[in-house]
């Protein structure tokens, strides 16, 4: 069951919002409905899925309604037709003493500007949210501190926010919600106002601490390149409408319209596709078992210089070259280790093509591509990888033949 999930959801601003919705299902534009009716679409129709555990990134300019609907999935904005899920539990339906409730038990929300509050310490802010719902001080205060030492802020608890930088007051707002222990976090614009080499830190850091925590994120952003490097998967909004929702891969590969198109052809390739999707697959390995007689006949029938080994399992275990098996096979060594090298570069399902080209350029060898289980799944060539980031016509040529000699 998803942890988050929005259907149909609509939010009309005007003196009579609900006389807008049927322009609304008809799929008319913004400007259509103000026109006709006088009133202004925030969000229309909106649907989507977060997933638990997922970071769902919306991302859209100015007025593309991202801030509107992460507003209407806790109700600080009352939507105007839809439901909203929070696993079984249907936000939009709620009482506000139910709302609160569950504000304070599953969401937790950090702020573009940090909503501090300058008077109180960094533990006191931490532990706000905390005493707002009557926890005891001895509690409070442990809760805070472990939310504290998991942003980095350990030893920081009796400064005053004042007294810091604006990463480490963004710290203390996440700290604030990862005290409550919420099942989702809403981040809206959390980083924007952060210095750019501050907040690409903070990417970093929030990705690995939602791996450590598991936490359900929905991320706000008007920045492609902070969608791409944060989200599982991205929403993209435009005048109040989702126009695609996917991967960065996804989008950017299968631009769903000209604007999709437009709005990601600056984005570097490299940084967004992933070795999954370029990789090439394996016909032919050698096995554990496999001396060096029988690897020279493998290598020899698929015309290479050398084969992956992998053990029973079909983790990779090295490489075994073609003359390092000949030689073997004339001095009569039958060992299989003998002829097996370790020294073999491997990435993961989802390395970007940045790290990969780094990696082929300092060893100009192909590249085994392992999941997290180090199960060999694929390997990459340099022609595949120039073709994929080049995309001319003519790389498919010579894909062909830079796949020869780098084998």
Not at 22 to 42: A, D, H
Not at 243 to 261: C, D, F, H, K, M
Not at 264 to 270: D, F, I, M, T
Not at 333 to 349: C, E, F, G, R, Y
Request: glycine share 8%; net charge neutral.
């Amino acid at each position: 069951m998803p942890m988050l999930r929005v259907e149909n959801l609509n939010k009309i601003f005007g003196t009579n919002p609900k006389s807008a919705l049927p322009l609304v299902e008809k799929g008319l534009s913004r400007e259509q409905v103000r026109e006709q009716t006088g009133q202004t679409i925030g969000i229309a129709n909106v649907n989507f899925e977060v997933q638990r555990g997922e970071i769902l990134v919306v991302m859209g300019l100015s007025g593309s309604g991202k801030s509107t609907l992460v507003r209407c999935v806790n109700r600080l904005i009352e939507p105007t037709s839809g439901k909203i899920y929070i696993g079984d539990d249907e936000v939009t339906s709620m009482s506000r003493k139910q709302l609160i409730s569950l504000r304070r038990r599953k969401l937790g929300m950090v702020f573009q500007h940090f909503a501090l509050l300058p008077h109180r310490t960094v533990l006191s802010n931490a532990e706000y949210g905390l005493e707002v719902m009557g926890v005891d001080q001895t509690q409070r205060t442990e809760k805070a501190m472990e939310a504290l030492k998991l942003v980095g802020l350990k030893g920081w608890e009796n400064q005053y926010t004042s007294q810091l930088s604006g990463g480490m007051q963004q710290r203390v707002g996440l700290a604030r919600a990862l005290a409550l222990d919420p099942e989702i976090i809403l981040m809206d614009e959390a980083l924007s106002a952060l210095d750019p080499l501050i907040r690409t830190d903070m990417q970093n850091e929030l990705i690995d601490l939602q791996r450590k925590l598991e936490k359900t994120i929905l991320f706000i952003t008007h920045d492609l390149t902070e969608a791409v490097n944060m989200g599982d998967r991205i929403v993209l909004m435009k005048d109040g409408k989702v126009v695609q929702i996917g991967t960065a891969e996804e989008i950017l590969t299968n631009p769903a319209s000209r604007y999709v198109e437009r709005f990601v052809e600056e984005l570097e390739k490299s940084k967004v596709l992933r070795a999954e999707t370029i990789m090439r697959p394996i016909h032919e390995v050698i096995h554990g078992g496999d001396g060096p007689r029988a690897a020279l006949h493998k290598i020899k029938k698929a015309g290479v210089s050398a084969l992956f080994s992998v053990d029973s399992h079909g983790k990779l275990k090295g490489t075994v070259p073609a003359d390092k098996a000949a030689q073997l096979v004339e001095k009569g060594v039958k060992d299989p280790k003998a002829m097996l090298d370790t020294n073999v570069k491997s990435v993961t399902l989802d390395t970007n093509l940045r790290d990969i080209m780094t990696l082929m350029v300092e060893n100009r060898q192909p590249v085994a591509v392992v999941d997290d289980e180090n199960t060999l799944k694929g390997v990459i060539v340099i022609g595949a990888l120039l073709a994929a980031v080049s995309e001319h016509p003519e790389s498919q040529e010579s894909e062909a033949v830079e796949s020869e000699n780098t084998k």
